[in-house]
T-cell receptor, first 113, second 115 residues
Framework: GESVGLHLPTLSVQEGDNSIINCAYSNSASDYFIWYKQESGKGPQFIIDIRSNMDKRQGQRVTVLLNKTVKHLSLQIAATQPGDSAVYFCAEKRNNAGNMLTFGGGTRLMVKP | KAGVTQTPRYLIKTRGQQVTLSCSPISGHRSVSWYQQTPGQGLQFLFEYFSETQRNKGNFPGRFSGRQFSNSRSEMNVSTLELGDSALYLC??????????????FGQGTRLTVV
């Protein structure tokens, strides 16, 4: 499949454990944050989003936490499954900038059965 | 409904040549954005088109250009190819650029190799 990053930080977890993927962003003017999942050979796929006026948002098995004080975003995946193995990217978006996304470097999640 | 379609999936070109990549957005979507993905630089924004007009542009040289047609399909062109242009080029389709939480749907990308 496609290689999306030869030197990405890697998080290796056991199936069933919880995963936490972190992202530091630089632009304090960012209004909106999104987590994407990219599997080999595919484009990024939306997982969950959060507006800058929130600090936590939950989805199905996923939670995003936003700490604007230290410009930090995290993605928590509960009961990680082999199908969660992928590269995860955080992205920022600003108001009045259309659909332009600024992506973080990505983290490779490997789930051991 | 059909997703974002990018053609071709794979392309090999020689240095100095030019290349055109195509993107058909999801039916009804009018905003198309392009990204370059490389192992070294990650995912970088190239440009966004809406209603046949370029709305935003990333920090790429003028060799990278694009356009959008009246049916919202978009093409991007890279002229005078360099080895460093080898990358996965991704297209993202959105309804409009107007709201912050407008979701972007990505295609599978075109893998360009410059030799």
């Amino acid at each position: 499949g496609e290689s999306v990053g030869l030197h990405l930080p890697t998080l290796s977890v056991q199936e069933g454990d919880n995963s936490i993927i972190n992202c530091a962003y630089s632009n304090s003017a960012s209004d909106y944050f999104i987590w994407y999942k990219q599997e080999s050979g595919k484009g990024p796929q939306f997982i969950i989003d959060i507006r800058s006026n929130m600090d936590k948002r939950q989805g199905q098995r996923v939670t995003v936490l936003l700490n604007k004080t230290v410009k930090h975003l995290s993605l928590q995946i509960a009961a990680t499954q082999p199908g969660d193995s992928a590269v995860y990217f955080c992205a920022e978006k600003r108001n009045n900038a259309g659909n332009m996304l600024t992506f973080g470097g990505g983290t490779r999640l490997m789930v051991k059965p | 409904k059909a997703g974002v379609t990018q053609t071709p999936r794979y392309l090999i070109k020689t240095r100095g040549q030019q290349v055109t990549l195509s993107c058909s957005p999801i039916s009804g979507h009018r905003s198309v954005s392009w990204y370059q993905q490389t192992p070294g630089q990650g995912l970088q924004f190239l440009f966004e088109y809406f209603s046949e007009t370029q709305r935003n542009k990333g920090n790429f040289p003028g060799r990278f250009s694009g356009r959008q047609f009246s049916n919202s399909r978009s093409e991007m062109n890279v002229s005078t190819l360099e080895l460093g242009d080898s990358a996965l080029y991704l297209c993202a389709s959105s309804l409009t650029p107007g709201t912050l939480n407008t979701e972007a749907f990505f295609g599978q990308g075109t893998r360009l190799t410059v030799v």
